[in-house]
Every structure is written in structure tokens, then in C-alpha cells.
T-cell receptor
């Protein structure tokens, strides 16, 4: 039972490069979201989706794009990486379309932007 | 925006001791949740609380949803080395159809064997 799978686990980028963080879940969850975790800042919501074809912005969406073409996948795109995007990124999913707060998290993707 | 004040920021305790941490907010929440993050892993849900005044246990963990709906606490009894990690509180409101989940900044727990 894989749960929420994130790839890659580690990535180093140069300023201005683009990349996509992948997230897949095999639990048929409608709700998926992306968080970033920075030291002393807790977890902050970047984007979320309540189902295929539906996405919305969270607290810190600038510099990130998302799409949701299938229930299983919710990739996060960095179009032009900046050092301020150095962080650990977590994908999470929930059983219900309305987020009750009961989230299943992936193991995280650690991104460094030089 | 809404903020959660989680305290303490860090704790260093001896194995066998009890632990208490709490979370407060200036806003009310419909749900309080507690997550634990092991080093190098994603957070895992420990306890979810849905009613003001609710007291819920999960093994050695006990959490309460404050009566004012503006606070919650988590207690860990008889700590063991595997309790090491970061504990996050989270408050949830239902705004429109999506809800809004706010995380505290975490309490880092260290346990000396």
C-alpha cells in the first residue's frame, strides 16, 4: 500500500531553472494539496485541489503552478526557481472532498535552489 | 490571517517523563488536530478533535479541544525515545466548500534515554 508518493526526494536547482515535483496517491482521495515547510515556519499551504480539473491557491502560491488531470496525480511546477523556494515540500491527500484536516502526507521532497 | 501559537518551541526531557504542549489562537476553530513528524518523514495524524471540550486518547497520548474553541493541548505520558520528533497542532475551519487548515510552528521534542 504505497499511500502518497513524492518524487524526487532531493533536488538541487540553479536560479531560473524549472522543474516539476511529482505527487501520486493510490487511495482514490479527492482532496490533494501541496505544503512547504521552512525552519520555524510550520507548514504553509501552496495549492490544493478538490478533484480532477479543479485547483485553487493556498497561502503562498506565488512562483508555483499546479494542475490536476487525474484523481491520482497532482504535480507542482516551479517555472523559474528562486533561492527563496529552497524548502521541503510535502504533498498530502484526504479522503473527503472537503478538507477535514485529516491528511495523509508523502515523505517530502527537499529542494535547494542555488 | 489566522495564526496558531504553539508552545513550547522545543523540549528536552528524560525518558519516562510526561510531556505537555499546547496551541492557542485568537480565532475559533471547528476542528483541532495533532500531527507528529519523525525526522526525514512527512507528518502523521495522531489525534483529531471535533467538539469543544472533547478529550481523546490514543495510547499514551491525550488531547483536548478547548471549551472556548480557541485552544488545544496534547499530553504524552511516560515518554520513550521513539517519541522524538516535531509535534504540530492544526486548526480547521469550514469556509465555503473547502475549509482552511492552519498549522502551528511545531514543538520539537527530544528524549534522553
Amino acid at each position: 500500500n504505497a499511500g502518497v508518493t513524492q518524487t524526487p526526494k532531493f533536488q538541487v536547482l540553479k536560479t531560473g531553472q524549472s522543474m516539476t515535483l511529482q505527487c501520486a496517491q493510490d487511495m482514490n482521495h479527492e482532496y490533494m494539496s501541496w505544503y512547504r515547510q521552512d525552519p520555524g515556519m510550520g507548514l504553509r499551504l501552496i495549492h490544493y485541489s478538490v478533484g480532477a480539473g479543479i485547483t485553487d491557491q493556498g497561502e503562498v502560491p506565488n512562483g508555483y503552478n499546479v494542475s490536476r488531470s487525474t484523481t491520482e496525480d497532482f504535480p507542482l511546477r516551479l517555472l523559474s526557481a528562486a533561492p527563496s523556494q529552497t524548502s521541503v515540500y510535502f504533498c498530502a491527500s484526504s479522503t473527503r472532498q472537503i478538507n477535514t484536516g485529516e491528511l495523509f502526507f508523502g515523505e517530502g521532497s527537499r529542494l535547494t535552489v542555488l | 490571517g489566522q495564526q496558531l501559537n504553539q508552545s513550547p518551541q522545543s523540549m528536552f526531557i528524560q525518558e519516562g517523563e510526561d510531556v505537555s504542549m499546547n496551541c492557542t489562537s485568537s480565532s475559533i476553530f471547528n476542528t483541532w488536530l495533532w500531527y507528529k513528524q519523525d525526522p526525514g518523514e512527512g507528518p502523521v495524524l495522531l489525534i483529531a478533535l471535533y467538539k469543544a471540550g472533547e478529550l481523546t486518547s490514543n495510547g499514551r497520548l491525550t488531547a483536548q479541544f478547548g471549551i472556548t474553541r480557541k485552544d488545544s493541548f496534547l499530553n504524552i505520558s511516560a515518554s520513550i525515545p521513539s517519541d522524538v520528533g516535531i509535534y504540530f497542532c492544526a486548526g480547521q475551519n469550514y469556509g465555503g466548500s473547502q475549509g482552511n487548515l492552519i498549522f502551528g510552528k511545531g514543538t520539537k521534542l527530544s528524549v534522553k534515554p
